[in-house]
């Protein structure tokens, strides 16, 4: 079955970056556009970006715009969330999510087919 496991969070000060990783079993990962997630305590899960099937379109919600890069490595099956100058309002779990809808890019939770487990990242200030 298809499995998405995140990895790269942890524990920085504002300021920092962290690189988040996403890799999806299988040999289809081609066949999925990916996005990337986050969630904090008591909010709704949001997109912070995501991007087409080809790489060719992105998306990237604003208060992630201009700090933040997806990127992803077909040939690794991986999908990345370069994350720079944190802010103490980028705490959440980040969570990697993989659909199989044809077109661009999707940035509502139900679009997505496949979940990984999260990982945590904490911004202090």
């Known amino acids: 079955q298809v499995q998405l496991v995140e990895s790269g969070g942890g524990l920085v000060q504002a300021g920092d970056s962290l690189r988040l990783s996403c890799v999806v079993s299988?040999?289809?990962?081609?066949?999925?556009?990916m996005g990337w997630f986050r969630q904090a305590p008591g909010k709704e899960r949001d997109a912070v970006a995501a991007?087409?099937?080809?790489?060719?379109?992105?998306y990237y919600a604003g208060s992630a715009k201009g700090r933040f890069t997806i990127s992803r490595d077909n040939a690794k099956n991986t999908v990345y969330l370069q994350m720079n100058s944190l802010k103490p309002e980028d705490t959440a779990v980040y969570y990697c999510?993989?659909?199989?809808?044809?077109?661009?890019?999707?940035?509502?939770?139900?679009?997505?087919?496949?979940w990984g487990q999260g990982t945590q990242v904490t911004v202090s200030s």
């Open positions: 999510a993989a659909t199989l809808r044809g077109g661009s890019y999707y940035t509502l939770q139900p679009d997505y087919d496949y």
């Open positions: 299988g040999r289809t990962f081609l066949r999925y556009a």
């Open positions: 991007i087409s099937l080809s790489g060719g379109s992105i």
